[in-house]
C-alpha cells in the first residue's frame, strides 16, 4: 500500500481517516515516513508476533517492506513474504531489502484477497495497519487462512474507533465545513475493524477460532515540526479529498486550522497524537 493514503482498499498497510499516501516515493525522502510514524507500535508487534527462527511469515500490506524484513531477521531459518497492491512500495521494499542484506524475504505485488498463495505455506500471517480495506473481509481472511498450515496464527494490528484516535478526530475538525460534520469516505474505512463481535463474526466465517484483542495505547508521530507534520498530513489523499470539497477560501482557512491542531501537539520531541489500536490474534482452525 501507499504509505501515503489512509484509506487503501484490500491489502496495504497504512492507516488513517482515509489512508495509504500516493506521492511518489521520492518526495517523501523527507523527514517523517510512515516507519517512523509508527515506530512505537512496531515495537508492540514485534514483541506479540514472538517470530521464531524457523517460521514461515506472510506479511499482509507490507507497504515498503520494515515489518516483513523484521520477521525476516527474527525468521533466520525460514523465510517472509511481504505482498502489498503498490508497485513503487514493493520495488522500494525489495531495494531496501538489498541494501540491507537480507537474503530471506521477497515481496510481490498483489491484493492478498485473491493472491494465490501456497496451500498451509506459512507459519504465522502478520500485518500492521493492512487489512481495512478488503471489498470483501470474508473471502479476503479465507483466503488468508488457507495459505496458513493448520493451526497457523494471524497476528494484525488494526485501529480502534475514530473517536478512540487523537489524529483523527483532529484532522476531521481541521478539515470539515465550518459547522458540518466531515462524512466518512464511503465504504473503504480505515476503523472498519475496530469493533470486535465484528471482527470476530468475520475471522470466524473465514476459517479462524476465537479471537484475541489486545489494546495498544501508542502515539503516533507526525514529524520532528509542524511544518514537516502539516507536509506529512498534507499528503493523505483523505486529506487531499476533503480539501477539494471546499472552495478555495475555505481551504485556505481548513489548512490554517490543520496548522493550528498540529502546533498544538509539537513539543521538543517533535510532532505526536495519541492513538488507540488493537491487536488481534487467531488461529486457523
Not at 506479540?48 to 507497504?63: E, F, H, P
Not at 483523527?168 to 473503504?188: D, H, K, N, T, Y
Not at 477560501?249 to 490554517?256: I, K, T
Amino acid at each position: 500500500m501507499d504509505a501515503n493514503d489512509r484509506r487503501q482498499p484490500r491489502a496495504t498497510s497504512h492507516p488513517g481517516p482515509g489512508p495509504v499516501r500516493d506521492r511518489p516515493l521520492e518526495h517523501r525522502a523527507a523527514r517523517v515516513d510512515y516507519d517512523a510514524e509508527l515506530r512505537l507500535h512496531d515495537e508492540v508487534l514485534r514483541r506479540t508476533c514472538n517470530i521464531r527462527t524457523d517460521d514461515r511469515v506472510l506479511d499482509i500490506g507490507c507497504g515498503t517492506g520494515r515489518t516483513t524484513r523484521d520477521a525476516a531477521r527474527s525468521a533466520a531459518r525460514g523465510h517472509a513474504l511481504g505482498v502489498d497492491l503498490s508497485a513503487p512500495m514493493i520495488e522500494r521494499a525489495r531495494e531496501l531489502a538489498r541494501a540491507e542484506r537480507v537474503h530471506n524475504v521477497a515481496f510481490e505485488q498483489g491484493d492478498a484477497q485473491v493472491y494465490r498463495f501456497p496451500a498451509g505455506g506459512f507459519d504465522l500471517a502478520i500485518s500492521r495497519f493492512g487489512t481495512m480495506f478488503f471489498e470483501d473481509p470474508v473471502a479476503a481472511f479465507a483466503n488468508v487462512a488457507a495459505a496458513l498450515r493448520p493451526a497457523g496464527r494471524l497476528v494484525m494490528m488494526v485501529w480502534q474507533d475514530h473517536e478512540h484516535n487523537e489524529w483523527s478526530v483532529a484532522i476531521e475538525r481541521a478539515l470539515g465545513r465550518e459547522g458540518s460534520p466531515v462524512p466518512a469516505p464511503e465504504g473503504q474505512e480505515p476503523f472498519s475493524l475496530a469493533d470486535q463481535e465484528t471482527v470476530e463474526a468475520i475471522l470466524g466465517a473465514a476459517g479462524f477460532g476465537q479471537a484475541t484483542f489486545t489494546d495498544v495505547h501508542q502515539p503516533v508521530y507526525y514529524g520532528p515540526d509542524v511544518a514537516a507534520a502539516l507536509e506529512w498530513v498534507g499528503g493523505f489523499s483523505s486529506t487531499r479529498e476533503l480539501l477539494a470539497r471546499l472552495d478555495a477560501a475555505a481551504a485556505e482557512r481548513a489548512l490554517e486550522r490543520l496548522r493550528q491542531a498540529l502546533a498544538a501537539h509539537a513539543g521538543d520531541h517533535g510532532v505526536w497524537f495519541d492513538s488507540r489500536a488493537w491487536i488481534v490474534e487467531a488461529h486457523r482452525r
